[in-house]
């Protein structure tokens, strides 16, 4: 078959290359041109495991084709999906300017029978309007179906999450475009759900908040346990060996982060103002995540009393591990909060520092975890880096003006920290 994506950023550039693995013929389309001349050389704009090979052998097969223009690769493709992004307005709404936009590019470049598909995260409805702006652009003689067909790859283990999803959900419009979608997916070996689109925008919005309930139900559950002397991780595996609760995302951390659940849980919230029904249970997870992030500056002030002056080293900076991407991560706000409160901080991330430097000033960034150490008051750990998880902490002892860690990650076992000297404090442990 032959596809087209437009935009590469983390959804359209790991689904197309997977799909050229599969032997497809894959266009993908962007409007950078620097952006498009690296990825032709195989550059890829963002840190992803085992993308850049996977670009590299397919451009290089000739099977994968990144390029600025919309025309030919529209018009010859079979099926076209529309993967750009849909940020966060003021309002709290998802931006739906460039989905629209690109539409109206892509209805002027149709000819013959072609299927439209979104994988951009949209809020139910709006594929109605990618539909309409088609069909008004498109050339007479053209024929196109609709179709959404949401993403549900996460962020460091993006392809084998393509490769290996739980689901795919397919909303077509009509049996052809599901027919040709659903052979588009046969290499993938994962139950199909075939619905109209309005349910797989929804199933998309749904799924998301839904795994931001549980980190926020997780973090609740963290905090009660500080009171009550409890453990939460145990807890937490104790609910989650029940089948119908699931032992995933019930890691209590720093609240999630990143480009997806902060933004989706307020458009899923702004979508249900928007007809009616006030979602106070997700305006509540929203609320839980904003004070996961504060309760970690919050134990600070507890071991160190007045920030002012003190120095504080931050291990991780990333919304998670195995990415460089810093969007809405919880490091943001909370060295914000610390440097708020008069605090020298210093950082080491393995692979987000040159983002975070971009929006984080007034850190003083260091090269490793030790260096980190070097004359600090207390040590944060806010990403699970497995590099973290095996350090030398004589050696950081040794360092530290203090011996105090905040453990934002639960990545350490406390008796032990306590056994080598450290004042520990993990989330609720
Ligand atoms: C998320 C979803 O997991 C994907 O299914 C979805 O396709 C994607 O959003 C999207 O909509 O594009 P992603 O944001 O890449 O993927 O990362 P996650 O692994 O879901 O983590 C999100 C945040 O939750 C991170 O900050 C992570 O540290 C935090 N988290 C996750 C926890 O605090 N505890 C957990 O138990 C799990």
Redesign the pocket.
Known sequence: MIITFIGHG??GLVTAAVFADFGNTVYVIGHTKEKIENLKRGIIPIYEPGLEEIVRKNVKAKRLIFTLDYKPSISESDIIFIAVGTPTTKTGDADLSTVLEVAEKIGQNLEGYSVVATKS?VPAGTNKRVKRILEESKPKGAEVDYASV?????????IS?TTNPDRIVIGAESKRAQELLVKLHEPIKAPLVLTNFETAELI?YA??AF??L??SY??SIAKLSESLGADALKVLEGIGMDKRIGN??????????????PK?VRALISIAKDNDYPFSLLEEVENINNQSRRDIVRKARKILGDLRGKKIGILGLA???N?D?MRD??AIDIINLLQNDGAKVSAFDPKAMDIASKVLKNVDYKKDAYEVSDGADLLIVL??WNEFRELNFLNIKDRMEKPNIIDG?NLYEPEEMKAKGFNYMGIGR
Not at 150 to 158: I, W
Request: charged share 25%; hydrophobic share 35%.
């Open positions: 983390y959804v995260t949401p993403e549900f790859l996460r962020e460091g283990s993006a999450d998309k799924a998301n795994l931001a549980k980190i997780a973090n995933m995302f019930l890691s209590p951390g720093p609240g999630y982060g990143g480009s997806c659940f989706d919304f998670k591990a990415t991407d991560a919880p990403t699970e990650r």
